[in-house]
């Protein structure tokens, strides 16, 4: 957070611009000769590029001893090598990548009012590449990442990266075709148990950073993050990736972290039902087509923004060495220990960029505010939201983030908002702005069995759905809010009348780690967040030098502590879950998901203290299991 | 700052590229057990099971010396040499026994048997500490009385004699099977600590005395027996070259190596039993060294464990321009600086076409000039072997009886070379070739040496006769004469 600080004064809206607007529309027509990341002397096809993979020694050599010299054998396993890789490999096809180019114009415009890119950003990024390896990272919130990103790269002259998209797209009908075409490869959900498969995936993505031009997308925190927080980096595809670096096979890697927003993703709605719990429909042409008629809804804007570039080179710096795997062929070696924990830390470097490039929409602001107020169990008219967003758009943004809130028109960008958002809040007739009440049809029978969490009732969900849709709208404002939060917590509960600064550090790290899963917070930050944090509340005299809270300084007092409360409660009936029901007895996780959640609707029905809507989030009920693990409060045995 | 500057600043990063490291990083911890093959020997752990104990070779193959009928005698003896493993297997050899009747001055009557396996051994020399924490290690221990004779000693005559004869002044006190590198550093830092002697053995087939324990060694002596530490670690073919540990018999490696179209090509005469190590250790010669080198040619890396550290060079190019070249000092070292674990060797395709040849010359002088013509050309084939008069006959006497029409057949040959040529049995020597290569390369190769050999009066004496000198190389090795016996 300490280099968000730094990074302030460069934040701004001000290199964002409309791809929407007319003069900026992408020509799909146009004559195509794109900026290549990583020129080479002679380009491979994408068949080629398979080629490669099946003739790689590693194969060979997997090929010959699961064969045992068997020559017919032999023969077969090429085959099923050629199978895989024509299962895995992406292929190109110009005149597919301009046909869905000429659609997505019109429904973007359809569908959307404005998509805003920083084209500084992109500028910059086309400057540093040509010679090297590059990867993408994006932030991954919505399906509509894959396309988005292929869209800008065409738009703006950028040859199209070679994508890592789930098997699930190949299930529907031509969408994984058209995906494939357009430059997505493939890999199979679970393959650990496949040895063939797993080294043909590995070596395809190795080849595709080694020799291939395109540069590679992915998303590292492998799936979609449901309650719009970032998640923990998944390290699999970021260390095959890196491995021709550790390796000595190329100079260095270019990393770009890519904050991608939604004013509302596509899938909001199908999130809060499958973090409830109630069982997401199966990825189908015709599940695509029912969701055709979510076009019909105006989902705002969208904003892309590209990070400053990194090169891994320079990050790793002196931990980098090659000497180690000089003594042997390449293909004979893997990772070390020592490596592998060198992928993790910039995992969780770029995912922290992510987080930094991501922008705030107004509504994001608007929600937590009025969470707060609803936290506080008071109305809100619109002129004090209004100033709520503004007050708390001048605290983010001193925090680090960046913010689309300007300060002209405020009201008429925030009735623009709601009205994107009016299935989670309405302005009612007295001018009080309030939750829905959304109609949900009697759930269908469902077969409990098949269920993740409890089975909710009707009543609950219709109860629950628009605070839970709210509260993911402020979760991507926690990134800034939740660790001076936690400082203001501290204090607050500090009941002894002489503290030291050290118990209240002491306190802030419990705390911290704590929810370090929750917000993805890093260990080794800990005192530059403490630091930055503390600072920054006493900076803006929220807090005194004595640690005391400044009276007139209230009200963000309370919208502070307001971020980390249902968090806290959902903890909290996780720990009471557990002593209740299984104390002293061995548990899985399933049993805890269904009886959390089942203890948090009794405690929304009979309307006690400490509960939020929030606390049936099955996702955080999970965070805070693998969390307490982590803390070793808890301990994990395999069956 | 300076790359340079950064470089020293940080003492962990080493900068010279052949420097010795005592900390050499793991290359156990960055190798993909994937690329690693378990090969199974073909010689057992316990190599008594299949191997002599007291002798050369397999236990199943010898030369033996029964009677027809009747008490032994120089008439009634029947000279054989058993096992079907060599060409020459289970046939009757008189022209052999003959042979050794003339030259030894024989009477197979006095014939001499070699003693059993003792019954008793010398009581090892214990350390407890260190065996214990051998223990602990879980590393194969052995401190039988048997096995540690087997580990006592090499193939010399006089290592055969004392065997049969004798017993020898001093044993080993234990025996441990490490099996894998790591095993062999924890091995010899405990040696060291505890201040035990260690000895490294592989195929136990050294005539250097180097496996020898010194007679007046006063401290524990442990044998490092590498034997099951016989891993492919690594192939790479772009490169040609290969990994294996330190262990792997010779066949054993040819043999994996012919599975895959490759080869080695060092073939001393004891490959079947001795180790790759072991080659290491004593800088061994093959005899097709003149297409593939001896041991230092073939050899691009070794690591070796001192009781200092690990030695061994820190990058796998085939040559580097700086020096001086530890594998050097490593080769030949026979065991005393350190045991050797795990070596890097260069490989080839298997050659398109193997050829034996032979030619023979009207006197011994006649081959030394052609040979050394054939040197100045340098037109070595992979290997070319003078073999003068004594050898030739006792080479010859070693054919088993032939039938009517070979006897002919040979007859005939006789009669060309001794009447029309005019060469004298008793004076004439003969010269083995063999061939590897492209079949283009090596026809034009003897054709050009027939033409060298022409010029001394030499022969070609056919492919047969070629191949027959190179596969008794092995059946020679069985023979270990002195005066007090003959066989075993």
């Known amino acids: 957070m300490a280099r968000a600080q730094t990074d302030t004064k460069s934040k701004s809206m001000k290199g964002f611009h409309n791809l929407l607007e007319p003069d900026r529309l992408p020509c799909m027509t146009k004559v195509w000769q794109p900026q290549i990341p990583n020129r080479k002397d002679n380009y491979l096809s994408p068949e080629q590029l398979k080629l490669n993979v099946l003739e790689s020694p590693r194969i060979v050599r997997l090929i010959e001893e699961l064969s045992g010299n068997d020559k017919s054998k032999k023969q077969e396993l090429r085959r099923a090598v050629q199978d895989m890789l024509n299962e895995i490999g992406l292929t190109r096809s110009m005149p597919v990548i301009r046909w869905a180019g000429i659609c997505l114009n019109k429904i973007l415009k359809k569908i959307c009012t404005a998509v805003y890119v920083n084209e500084e950003s992109i500028l910059r990024v086309k400057k540093c590449i040509g010679s090297q390896p590059v990867l993408y990272l994006p932030s991954h919130r919505s399906y509509a990442d894959f396309v988005l990103m292929s869209y800008i790269c065409f738009a703006y002259d950028l040859e199209i990266p070679g994508i890592a998209a789930g098997m699930d797209f190949l299930s529907m009908v031509g969408v994984g075709s058209l995906l494939r075409k357009t430059g997505a490869f493939f890999m199979r959900r679970s393959f650990a148990s496949d040895k063939l498969y797993w080294h043909v995936f590995k070596e395809y993505m190795r080849s595709l950073v080694n020799v291939y031009h395109t540069g590679v997308e992915f998303f590292i925190e492998g799936t979609r993050s449901r309650s719009f927080k970032a998640l923990t980096p998944k390290l699999g595809l970021l260390s095959m990736a890196l491995e021709p670096l550790f390796m000595g096979e190329v100079v260095d890697i270019t990393i770009i972290p890519i904050g991608v927003a939604y004013d509302k993703p596509l899938e909001e709605q199908l999130f809060v039902y499958e973090m409830l719990g109630v069982p997401k429909p199966k990825e189908s042409t015709m599940a695509l087509f029912k969701a055709l008629k979510i076009l019909d809804i105006n989902h705002g804007s969208m904003y892309v923004n590209f990070g400053e570039p990194i090169s891994a080179r320079d990050y790793f710096g002196l931990s980098l060495n090659r000497f180690e795997h000089a003594q042997l062929p390449v293909h004979v070696q893997q990772l070390t220990k020592r490596e592998l924990d060198l992928v993790n830390k910039l995992g969780r470097h770029v995912i922290s960029h992510q987080q930094n490039l991501i922008v705030l929409t107004v509504f994001n602001v608007a929600s937590l505010y009025i969470n707060y107020r609803l936290f506080m169990d008071k109305p809100t008219s619109l002129q004090q939201l209004a100033d709520g967003v503004m007050l708390l758009s001048n605290h983010l943004k001193a925090l680090g983030a960046l913010v689309s809130v300007e300060y002209t028109n405020i009201k008429s960008k925030i009735l623009d908002a709601l009205d994107v958002h009016k299935n989670i809040l309405q302005l009612s007739v007295d001018g009080k702005i309030t939750l829905m009440k959304p109609v949900i049809a009697n759930v269908q029978t469902v077969n409990v069995t098949k269920l993740k969490g409890h089975n909710l009732s009707t009543n609950t969900l219709r109860n629950s759905v628009p605070a839970f849709s709210l509260q993911i709208y402020c979760n991507p404002c926690l990134r800034w809010l939740i660790q001076p939060a936690f400082v203001l917590l501290v204090v607050k509960s500090m009941k002894e009348k002489s503290f030291s600064s050290e118990d209240i550090q002491d306190n802030f790290f419990r705390l911290r780690k704590l929810f370090s899963v929750e917000f993805v917070l890093d260990s080794e930050l800990e005192n530059e967040d403490y630091n930055f944090s503390l600072q920054y509340l006493m900076k803006s005299q929220i807090l005194s030098q004595r640690y005391e809270f400044n009276q007139k300084e209230s009200e963000i007092i309370t919208i502070f502590l307001s971020t980390v409360a249902p968090f806290l409660c959902c903890y909290l009936h996780v720990i009471e879950t557990i002593i209740e029901v299984f104390k002293d007895t061995e548990f899985t996780e399933k049993d805890l998901l269904v009886k959390a959640q089942q203890r948090v609707e009794n405690g929304l029905n009979s309307r006690i203290d400490h509960v939020h809507p929030y606390c049936l989030s099955l996702d955080s009920i999970s965070i805070a299991l693998s969390s307490f693990h982590l803390n070793k409060i808890l301990t994990k045995t395999k069956r | ?488």
Not at chain 2, 36 to 41: A, C, N, P, Q, Y
Not at chain 2, 90 to 106: A, C, G, R
Request: proline share 5%; aromatic share 8%; hydrophobic share 40%.
């Open chain 2, 1 to 488: 700052m300076s790359e340079l500057e950064r470089l020293e600043n940080n003492s962990e990063v080493q900068i010279n590229l052949c420097s010795p490291t005592v900390a050499a990083s793991e290359t156990s911890q960055i190798l993909d057990t994937l690329s690693t093959k378990e090969i199974v020997s073909a010689v057992p752990r316990e190599r008594q099971e299949l191997l002599k104990w007291n002798g050369w070779g397999y236990k199943d193959s010898k030369f033996t010396v029964t009677s027809k009928d009747g008490p032994l005698t120089n008439d009634s003896a029947i000279l054989k040499f058993v096992g079907n493993r060599y060409p020459i297997g289970d046939t009757e050899l008189p022209y052999f026994k003959q042979w050794v009747i003339d030259t030894f001055n024989l009477d197979l009557a006095n014939k001499k048997s070699a003693q059993p396996m003792p019954s008793s051994y010398p009581a090892p020399v214990v350390c407890n500490e260190f065996s214990e924490k051998i223990k602990k290690l879980n590393i194969l221990y052995s401190d039988s009385g048997e096995d540690r004779l087997i580990r006592a000693h090499g193939q010399t005559l006089y290592d055969i004699h004392t065997l049969r004869e004798g017993t020898f002044p001093r044993i080993p006190d234990l025996i441990v099977w490490p099996r894998c590198h790591a095993d062999v550093v924890q091995i010899v830092k405990l040696a060291h600590a505890h201040d035990v002697a260690v000895i490294p053995f592989g195929g136990g087939t050294s005539v250097s005395g180097s496996i020898t324990c010194p007679k007046n060694e006063a401290r524990p002596i442990v044998i490092v027996d590498t034997s099951q530490m016989n891993r492919m670690l690594w192939l790479d073919k772009e490169n040609m070259v290969v990994c294996f540990e330190s262990g792997i018999f010779g066949q054993d490696l040819e043999r994996e190596l012919k599975k895959l179209g490759l080869t080695v090509g060092h073939e001393p005469d004891s490959y079947e039993f001795s180790t790759l190590g072991g080659w290491v250790a004593t800088r061994a010669s093959g005899m097709k060294k003149n297409v593939y080198g001896n041991i230092e040619d073939l050899v691009v890396r070794v690591k070796m464990v001192t009781c200092k550290g690990v030695l061994e060079r820190n990058c796998s190019a085939p040559r580097v321009s700086i020096g001086p070249d530890f594998n050097q000092i490593i080769l030949g070292s026979e065991g005393t600086l350190g045991v050797v674990t795990e070596v890097v060797l260069k490989v080839r395709k298997l050659p398109a076409m193997k050829l034996y040849g032979s030619l023979i010359f009207p006197m011994f002088d006649n081959g030394v000039k052609c040979l050394r013509e054939i040197a100045e050309y340098r037109l070595q084939p992979a290997s070319i072997r003078l073999i003068d008069n004594d050898q030739f006959i006792f080479g010859q006497s070693l054919k088993p009886q032939a039938n009517f029409f070979h006897s002919i057949i040979d007859g005939m040959k006789k009669a060309y070379v001794t009447k029309i040529k005019r060469f004298d049995v008793k004076r004439m020597c003969v010269a083995t070739l063999v061939f590897e290569g492209e079949e283009e390369a090596v026809k034009r190769q003897e054709k050009q040496i027939n033409i060298i050999a022409k010029k001394y009066g030499g022969l070609p004496a056919g492919a047969t006769n070629g191949e027959r000198g190179y596969l008794l190389t092995f059946v020679i090795a069985y023979i270990r004469v002195s005066k007090s016996f003959l066989f075993h």
